[in-house]
């Protein structure tokens, strides 16, 4: 599924872009992905959207989160402190912050991969068509093996 979304990230600059689903799932098809991992992202999307839709009761900024059991079953140590890292630096606000936690929790399945968090964070910006700085995307994009320190 995170490639389906990589894919759509890379190849449709906002979500008005894309086609309609049934046009997009011919076409991801055609591109070689799996017709299950297709209908899994285009779930996944739906519910993006309608989260997108719902930031509107999000907390107010400046608000303290605590962390269901559930919650930190699917966002480990990692994921967490990633997540309060990019609050932090003032480009994940709470509305922002509560569509990563509804998408991760959507993954399912145990503790979602900081990799695929990072996924989940640059399709929320590209769901209200925000552009993250560049310094976000490098810590979204580039593992830190090879970042080099100047």
Not at 50 to 63: D, F, N, Q, R
Not at 94 to 106: F, G, K, Q, S
């Amino acid at each position: 599924m995170f490639e389906v979304l990589v894919y759509l990230y890379e190849n449709y600059w906002r979500p008005d872009a894309c086609p309609d689903p049934k046009q997009l799932s011919r076409k991801l098809s055609a591109v070689g992905f799996d017709n299950d991992e297709i209908q899994d992202a285009l779930r996944w999307l739906d519910g993006l959207a309608t989260s997108a839709e719902a930031v509107a009761g999000a907390p107010v900024p400046g608000s303290m989160r605590i962390y269901t059991d559930a919650e930190r079953e699917v966002l480990d140590e990692a994921s967490l402190g990633f997540i309060t890292f990019l609050e932090s630096a003032g480009v994940l606000p709470a509305p922002m912050r509560e569509m990563v936690i509804d998408r991760a929790l959507a993954v399912g399945n145990g503790p979602i991969d900081l990799d695929d968090l990072k996924i989940i964070v640059l399709m929320v910006f590209w769901s209200l068509g925000e552009e993250p700085d560049a310094l976000i995307l490098d810590e979204l994009f580039v593992d830190a093996e090879d970042r080099v320190i100047h």
